[in-house]
C-alpha cells in the first residue's frame, strides 16, 4: 500500500460529493474524487492535511499507526492521522500543530512554548506528534502525574530520546490548566 | 591551560534552540515538506530473493500505464558505481532480499507503486550465504566474481583514497602473556545487527539539468560529503550542488545516502523533473543502514593489579552484500580499543566479510562501540579470574596523558588531553558502584524471582578533532553578521551553537547573527557533525572565522581611532572602542559604511584528544519470566566545557535508542536465516523504547578545561551509546550469577542460561 492509500470499505459516505473538514477552525469542503484538490476516497488524514491542504506540520514516519508521529486531535481525541480515511473525518474538527498558537495574538501556546524553553527536542521530527498527544491529555486531564504524562506518550517513537526533556516539558504546565 | 571559570556571555547558558519555534510549531521544513513545481514520485522494485540474476525484465505493461515517467533497470541505467566492490546503481545481480531491480518515476506515488507491481521479473535464484563464518568458508557461494572468499580487503576505501589502519599490532604479545597473572581465550559477538532507525526515513529530491548539472535537496547531517561521494559516481564533468535542510535524526546512517540519492538523480535525468524518493520504514528497516555484526575471538593476558598485558585475535565485521565505510570503521574501533585498553602488547587482526544481506555502515559508535561490546565481556573474565573489580580496572586502562595510540590512519598520537579519573570517580559515587558491586556474577540484591545486577562500561574517540571544517564570517554594513557554514541541524543544536560561538567571539546579540542554509554553493568545506567533532571542528573553524572578521574590523577601525594598536581596542554590542581611553569609541556600521568584512577558519584534524564516557547501569532480571528491566542509568564524562547544556543533556539521553544500550536488552534486527528476510520491518515488531519504560538516567559531567579551543571544549555526543551495551551484558550476568554471551539479552537467553528453557507448544498455531 502507498503512504497515502489505505482501504475504504465505508458506505455511510456513499452518494456524498463532499466531505466537511474542520481543520484550526477553518472549514473546508473538499469534492471527493480525484485531482488536485480532491479527496480521494483512500486518502488519509495525514495525506489530505499535507498534501491538499499544505499543512505540512503534521509529520508522517511510519505511515502505518505506529509511531505516532501524526498525531493530531480530532473532537478532542488524540488520533493518528495515517490510520483514518479522510472521507471517515467528515464533520470532524481538527487540530494541527499549526494550530495551537493563538490566532489573534500569534502567541505559543504554553505547552509549545515549554518545549522550547526545556529544549524537549533534538532533531525535533517527532515534535509536532509528542505536543499534539501531550495537549490531548492536558485537555482531557490538566494536572497529570508525570506516570500519566509518560502513559499517555508511548506511542510516540522519538529515536533521539527526548523523553525526559518532553516529560519536563509537559510537567511544567501540568496543572496550570485548573 | 586556563583553569579558573570564564565568564562567558553565551558558552554554557540555557537558552531556547535558534530553531525552537519553528520546530514547535511544525514550521520546520523537512525534506517532504519541501514543494516543488513539476514534482514527480520515485519508486524502488526490489528483489524478494537474497541472490538471483535477473533473466529477464519486462517494463512494457508498466511504461504504458499513465502518468508514468520513467522506469530503470539494470539495462538502462547509468553506470554509477559505488562502496566496496564497486557494486552498480543497479546489477544485473541482486544479493540481498531488498535489493534494487528498478527505479520507477511517475506523477503520484499511487501510480508508482501500480506501475511496480506491473514490472515483471524472472530470476535465476542462486544459493545463498547468510552467516559470517559459512561465508568464508572454502567452497562457500560467491557474492562476487572477484571476490574470492567474501572477504573484503582492508585498509581503503574507494573514495579518499586514504590509507586506513589495518590491524592493531604493536610489542610483543608472548612476552606480555608471559607476564600475565591470567589468561583468557575466548569469544564474544555482538552481532544483533541493530538498526539506528531515524524517525525521518532517508530521502532525496534532484533535479538533473543536461547536459551534467545536478542539485540534490537532502536529508541528512553532511552536505560536503553527499558532494563528495557522489563526485566520483557522477563523474567530475557533472556541477553537483547538495542543499541541506533539517534532518530527522541520522545517528550517522544518513551520511550514507548515496544509494536513494543516486535513485533520484537517475530518475530526474531520464524524465527532466525533479524527483524526489522517500524510503518507507519498511524499506529503512530492511533496506538501510544496519550496525556492522562483530565477533571477536582473542586472548587476552591480565595482571593481579589489572594491568592489560596483552590481546592477540581475530575481529570478524560482517558487513552485509557490500561495504561503503565498514573499513574505516575498522581502523577507528582499533584505536578506540587502545584508548579505552592501555597494553603494550597487542595483536588483533580484523577481516570483513560480505553476505546476502542488507549492508552494514555508519552507525553512531562507528567501529568501536561493536568491538569494544565484545572486547570488554573478554577482559571482564580475566578481570573474574583475579576477583577485580571492573570500575577500577576500566578506570584503571582509559588512555592517560603521555600515553599514545595507533589512531584510523594507522599514525602514532600522543595524547594530550586530560585524565578522566576524575570524572569516572565522579559518575561511581554517584551511582553508588562501592555499595552496589558485590563481586563477579553476584547480585546486588534478591529479592523473589527479581535479581538486581550493576555494569560498568566505558568508551572514547579521538574523531572529536576528525577532518576538515571551514566557515567564513561575514560581518554586514548594517551591523549584522552571517555565518556561512555547511553545517545542518540534525539534532544536537550545533547550528545554534555556532551562532552561540560567533557571538561570544564578537560580544554580538543572538539576534544580530544568522547561518546560512548548508549548501555547497554557497558555503565552504563542512565534513559535518561525526564523531562528536562539532564541539572541537565546527566550533573551531567558527571561532577562527569570527576572530579573522574581527581583526579585519579592527584594522578598519583603527586609523579612525587614531592608534595603530590592535592590542587597545575591544568591542562588544557593535561598538568598538579603545581599551586606554573608553571615550574613544565608534560604532561598527560607521567603520564600514559601504563594506562587508569576511573573515575565514579552518579547521584540521587532529586526533591527539580523545573524548570519554562511562556508563554505569542497574538492571533487574526475572529469573522466572528472563525479562530484563534496565532501572537506572549514570552517565559520566568531562566536556572540558559545556556550551549548551540541554542539547548536552539529550545527547547524553540519547544513550538508549538509536541502537545503543537497548541493542543490549532487546533491539536487533531479525534475519531469517533461511530466507534471508528481515522479519521486523516495522515499528512494531522492531522492538524500541516507549516513554512508559524510561528508566532513571543521570549524567555527571564535569569541566576540566581541555586544550581545545579557546572554549576548552570537547564534544561527546556519538559516544553516548557506546558503553552502555556491553555494561548490561556485565550486570544481567551478574544479576543471575552466570555469563551472558550474546546481545541482546532476551528472556529466552537469560532462560537458557539458567537452564529453563522457554515452553514451547508443539503443534499450536501462532
Ligand atoms: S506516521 Fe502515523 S503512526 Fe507513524
Ligand atoms: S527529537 Fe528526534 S525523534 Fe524525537
Redesign the pocket.
Known amino acids: 500500500m502507498t503512504r497515502q492509500e489505505k482501504k475504504f470499505s465505508g458506505s455511510a459516505l456513499e452518494g456524498k460529493h463532499h466531505i466537511n473538514l474542520t481543520v484550526n477552525g477553518q472549514l473546508y469542503e473538499l469534492a471527493i474524487g480525484t485531482g488536485a484538490g480532491k479527496v480521494n476516497p483512500s486518502d488519509t488524514l495525514s495525506f489530505t492535511l499535507r498534501e491538499t491542504l499544505g499543512l505540512t506540520g503534521t509529520k508522517v514516519s511510519c505511515d502505518s499507526g505506529a509511531c505516532g508521529g501524526c498525531t493530531v486531535i480530532m473532537d478532542g481525541r488524540a488520533v493518528l492521522s495515517c490510520m483514518l480515511l479522510s472521507i471517515e473525518c467528515d464533520e470532524k474538527e481538527i487540530t494541527t500543530i499549526e494550530g495551537l498558537k493563538n490566532p489573534k495574538t500569534g502567541e505559543l501556546d504554553p505547552l509549545q512554548q515549554s518545549f522550547i524553553d526545556h529544549t524537549a527536542?533534538?532533531?525535533?521530527?517527532?515534535?509536532p506528534g509528542?505536543i499534539m498527544s501531550s495537549k490531548a491529555l492536558l485537555n482531557d486531564n490538566p494536572s497529570p502525574t508525570e506516570e500519566e504524562v509518560k502513559e499517555a506518550l508511548s506511542g510516540n517513537?522519538?529515536?533521539?530520546?527526548?523523553h525526559y526533556q518532553i516529560v519536563r516539558a509537559v510537567m511544567a504546565v501540568s496543572g496550570k490548566g485548573k | 591551560m586556563k583553569s579558573v571559570a570564564e565568564n562567558y556571555r553565551y558558552i554554557g547558558k540555557a537558552m531556547p534552540r535558534m530553531d525552537g519555534q519553528e520546530i514547535v510549531t511544525g514550521k520546520t521544513a523537512f525534506l517532504d515538506d519541501l514543494k516543488f513545481h513539476n514534482l514527480l514520485i520515485g519508486k524502488v522494485l526490489r528483489s524478494p530473493h537474497p541472490h538471483a540474476m535477473i533473466k529477464r525484465i519486462d517494463t512494457s505493461k508498466a511504461e504504458q500505464l499513465k502518468g508514468v515517467k520513467a522506469i530503470i533497470t539494470h539495462e538502462t541505467a547509468p553506470d554509477w558505481k559505488g562502496g566496496l566492490p564497486p557494486i552498480r546503481l543497479l546489477d544485473r545481480k541482486v544479493r540481498y532480499v531488498g535489493d534494487v531491480v528498478a527505479l520507477i518515476a511517475a506523477e503520484t506515488e499511487r501510480i508508482a507503486d501500480q506501475a511496480k507491481r506491473l514490472i515483471n521479473v524472472e530470476y535465476e535464484i542462486l544459493p545463498a550465504v547468510f552467516d559470517d563464518y559459512e561465508a568464508m568458508k572454502p567452497g562457500a557461494i560467491q557474492l562476487y566474481d572477484d571476490l574470492p572468499g567474501n572477504i573484503l580487503p582492508l585498509g581503503s576505501d574507494e573514495i579518499s583514497g586514504a590509507t586506513w589502519a589495518t590491524e592493531i599490532v604493536t610489542g610483543d604479545v608472548e612476552k606480555g602473556f608471559a607476564e600475565a597473572d591470567a589468561i583468557i581465550e575466548g569469544g564474544f559477538a555482538y552481532d544483533n545487527i541493530p538498526n539506528p532507525i531515524?524517525?525521518e526515513s532517508p530521502a532525496a529530491v534532484a533535479l538533473w539539468e543536461e547536459p551534467d548539472k545536478v542539485t540534490l535537496w537532502v536529508s541528512n547531517h553532511k552536505v560536503w560529503n553527499n558532494k563528495r561521494l557522489l563526485s566520483p559516481i557522477f563523474g567530475d564533468k557533472v556541477q553537483i550542488r547538495i542543499i541541506g535542510g533539517a534532518c530527522?535524526?541520522s545517528y550517522g546512517a544518513k551520511a550514507m545516502s548515496w544509494q536513494v540519492q543516486c535513485y533520484a538523480a537517475a530518475l530526474s535525468k531520464a524524465t527532466g523533473q525533479p524527483v524526489k524518493v522517500i524510503f518507507s520504514k519498511e524499506e529503512q528497516l530492511g533496506c538501510f543502514i544496519l550496525r556492522p555484526a562483530t565477533r571477536l575471538n582473542a586472548k587476552v593476558g591480565m595482571q593481579k593489579d589489572g594491568t592489560v598485558t596483552a590481546v592477540a585475535g581475530s575481529w570478524l565485521v560482517g558487513t552485509g552484500y557490500y561495504s561503503r565505510t565498514t573499513q574505516i570503521q575498522i581502523a577507528v574501533g582499533c584505536g578506540e580499543a587502545m584508548i579505552a585498553v592501555r597494553c603494550n602488547n597487542w595483536n588483533v587482526k580484523p577481516s570483513i566479510v560480505c553476505t546476502n544481506r542488507n549492508a552494514s555502515g555508519i552507525v553512531r559508535g562507528f567501529g568501536g562501540q561493536e568491538l569494544k561490546c565484545a572486547l570488554i565481556p573478554l577482559l571482564s573474565l580475566a578481570m573474574e579470574k583475579l576477583s577485580l573489580d571492573p570500575f577500577e580496572v576500566l578506570k584503571k586502562n582509559f588512555v592517560k596523558p603521555g600515553d599514545g595510540y595507533f589512531w584510523r590512519n594507522a599514525a602514532w598520537y600522543n595524547y594530550r588531553g586530560i585524565d578522566y579519573s576524575r570524572a569516572m570517580d565522579e559518575g561511581a559515587k554517584t551511582f553508588g558502584w562501592k555499595e552496589k558491586w558485590k563481586g563477579w556474577l553476584k547480585p546486588t540484591a534478591v529479592e523473589g524471582t527479581k535479581h538486581i545486577g550493576v555494569g560498568v562500561g566505558v568508551h572514547g574517540n579521538a574523531d572529536v578533532g576528525e577532518d576538515m571544517s571551514e566557515a567564513y564570517v561575514r560581518i554586514d554594513n548594517d551591523g549584522r553578521v552571517v555565518v556561512i557554514s555547511g553545517l545542518t541541524e540534525h539534532?544536537t543544536g550545533q547550528r545554534s551553537n555556532v551562532v552561540k560561538a560567533v557571538a561570544e567571539v564578537l560580544q554580538l546579540p543572538l539576534e544580530f547573527i544568522s547561518i546560512t542554509p548548508g549548501d555547497t554553493l554557497v558555503t565552504p568545506v563542512e565534513w559535518g557533525p561525526a564523531g562528536s567533532r562539532g564541539t572541537y571542528a565546527i566550533l573551531g573553524a567558527a571561532i577562527s572565522a569570527a576572530d579573522d572578521a574581527k581583526k579585519k574590523l579592527f584594522q578598519l577601525a583603527a586609523p579612525m581611532l587614531g592608534t595603530d594598536n590592535f592590542e587597545d581596542l575591544e568591542t562588544a554590542d557593535g561598538i568598538i572602542w579603545l581599551k586606554s581611553d573608553p571615550e574613544k569609541r565608534i560604532d561598527w556600521k560607521k567603520v564600514l559604511k559601504f563594506r562587508t568584512v569576511i573573515g575565514h577558519g579552518r579547521f584540521d584534524e587532529d586526533f591527539s584528544l580523545s573524548n570519554c564516557m562511562m556508563s554505569f547501569v542497574e538492571l533487574q532480571v526475572d529469573t522466572e519470566t528472563g525479562k530484563i528491566d534496565l532501572l537506572r542509568v549514570v552517565n559520566a564524562t568531562d566536556v572540558g566545557k559545556v556550551i549548551d547544556p540541554h542539547g548536552l543533556e539529550?545527547q547524553l539521553n540519547g544513550c538508549l535508542g538509536s541502537a545503543g544500550i537497548d541493542s543490549a536488552i532487546f533491539e536487533e534486527t531479525i534475519l531469517d536465516p533461511t530466507t534471508g528476510c528481515i522479519l521486523n520491518t516495522n515499528l512494531i515488531d522492531y522492538k524500541w523504547r516507549t516513554s512508559a519504560e524510561l528508566p532513571v538516567i543521570e549524567n555527571v559531567v564535569l569541566e576540566t578545561p581541555i586544550d581545545s579551543h579557546r572554549f576548552h571544549a570537547l564534544g561527546i555526543g556519538e559516544i553516548s551509546t557506546s558503553p552502555g551495551p556491553s555494561a548490561v551484558l556485565m550486570a544481567a550476568s551478574n544479576a543471575i550469577g552466570q555469563w551472558l554471551h550474546e546481545y541482546p539479552v532476551t528472556p529466552e537467553r537469560v532462560l537458557k542460561t539458567l537452564g529453563k528453557s522457554m515452553e514451547k507448544k508443539q503443534g499450536g498455531s501462532l
Open positions: 527536542f533534538q532533531c525535533g521530527f517527532c515534535t509528542m517513537f522519538c529515536r533521539c530520546i527526548s | 531515524s524517525i530527522g535524526g539534532g539529550g
